[in-house]
């Protein structure tokens, strides 16, 4: 899951035949971003997911220094620590989920791991509508548990945990991309945050990442998965930005769970019962419900991350992960 970040852009409300393009940009991005994680699930056994995810960061970072190219010894003091509290949430949003995803279903750990931005939503936009569209959300989680009482499988319990720990700190990534989005120009914040985040989960992926880059074959995995689940998502998401109407985007991008979902289904074989499709579905219409009832003024994108306005980029994971677009965006989708 990777969430990336990028300064607002401004979203032409041109609609028609236009749009099929950007529309496309964004489904491959969501569905780039499931496969770069049905990917890391391959890689799990011989790295484990807290090796695989500092790898996949890893090589994303160098990617996006390389193309970027920030200025990093002309930030000040301020910047520098916005962008290490926004590398440490990425780097733990990301680990977090990957560390679910080894444990449950694709689908039921991105449902999940939604309940953090819906939750940030609610809070900062204290509105009634939105505190409505999170019980519904919480309610659609709730399936899975259903599903183990009635004698279907049970979800691990600590994938469970993870998924959530992972949703909090989906909630502080979009926080922190949203203050350093206000710090640094361009992309750069971004490019060094997902470095850091690399760092930062080191002491706990640091065997299984040298595993990886000293096989051949691993190694290409892994960065086929940072390409599918940063690099590509990120670049296909700036890209639809310039022209999708940023309220689209948002409704987009809260299709990620279902996609997710026949991800795990069609990828990595897992089944997709009745109650965790409907799980699935009632997450999924929580965070459209959410992004259609956000105010045009007031809460941003930026702030949210699935309650964008028209004038800016919304939050997305990877997601993921994420990562995914947009100084003051979510690219959980959530770079993840």
Not at 134 to 144: D, H, I, Q, R, T
């Amino acid at each position: 899951m990777t969430r990336s970040s990028t300064s607002p852009v401004p979203a032409s409300t041109t609609a028609g035949p236009t749009m099929a393009g950007p529309v496309a940009m964004v489904l491959g991005s969501c569905v780039s971003l499931q496969i770069g994680a049905a990917f890391a699930a391959q890689l799990f056994g011989p790295l484990g997911s807290w090796g695989v995810t500092c790898l996949r960061l890893g090589m994303a970072a160098t990617v996006l220094l390389l193309a970027v190219r920030p200025a990093l010894h002309r930030w000040d003091r301020a910047q520098w620590r916005g962008v290490i509290l926004f590398g440490l949430a990425l780097g733990a949003m990301n680990g977090s989920f990957y560390a679910s995803i080894a444990r449950i279903p694709l689908g039921a750990a991105v449902a999940i791991e939604f309940l953090g931005p819906l939750v940030l939503s609610a809070i900062l936009s204290r509105r009634g509508a939105d505190l409505l569209c999170v019980l519904v959300a919480l309610l659609g989680v709730s399936m899975f548990g259903v599903e183990s009482l009635t004698g279907g499988a049970a979800l691990d319990p600590l994938g469970v945990v993870f998924a959530l720990i992972a949703g909090v700190f989906w909630a502080g990534y979009i926080l922190a991309s949203a203050h350093v989005g206000r710090l640094v120009p361009g992309h750069g914040g971004l490019a060094a945050a997902v470095g850091i985040g690399a760092l930062a989960i080191l002491p706990l992926g640091a065997d299984g990442g040298a595993t990886g880059l000293a096989d051949p074959h691993l190694a290409l995995l892994a960065l086929g998965c940072a390409l599918l689940a940063s690099v590509i998502p990120y670049s296909l998401e700036l890209s639809a930005l310039r022209s999708l109407p940023s309220r689209v985007f948002g409704v987009l991008l809260s299709l990620e769970p279902a996609v997710a979902g026949l991800a795990g289904l069609i990828l990595l074989g897992q089944p997709l019962t009745a109650l965790t499709a409907l799980a699935i579905v009632l997450v999924v219409a929580a965070s459209i419900g959410i992004t259609l009832t956000a105010r045009r003024t007031g809460t941003t994108a930026s702030e949210t991350g699935t309650a964008p306005n028209d004038d800016s980029v919304p939050d997305g994971r990877t997601g993921g992960e994420a990562e995914r677009s947009g100084e003051g965006s979510v690219l959980a989708t959530p770079i993840g």
